[in-house]
């Protein structure tokens, strides 16, 4: 999701219309609200088109959290180990 503030929003944007939709679906316990929300959703993002997304790297990293402390996932896929330490 492409939240104003959210973690995987590179391209900084920001749409409070979409922001509050975004919330009101994550708190529906109805059905048809959580479908109404994801509808509104999902017309601006297709209005918007906040990103175009060229490339994936289709990287996928499991560490087990047990052994591993200080491990953040980053929208690039950039490795930072530079935090990290072995628990």
């Given amino acids: 999701m492409v ?47 906040p990103v175009i997304i060229t490339v994936w790297s289709g990287a996928v990293r499991a560490y087990r959290s047990d052994r591993v402390r200080g491990l953040r996932a980053h929208p690039s896929a950039f490795l930072d180990l530079t935090t990290v330490s072995r628990a």
């Fill in 3 to 49: 939240k104003s503030h959210g973690v995987w929003n590179g391209s900084k944007y920001a749409n409070p219309a979409l922001d509050a939709a975004a919330d009101a679906y994550d708190a529906a316990t109805d059905p048809a609200e959580r479908k109404k929300q994801a509808e509104i959703i999902a017309r601006a993002l297709h209005e918007d088109v």
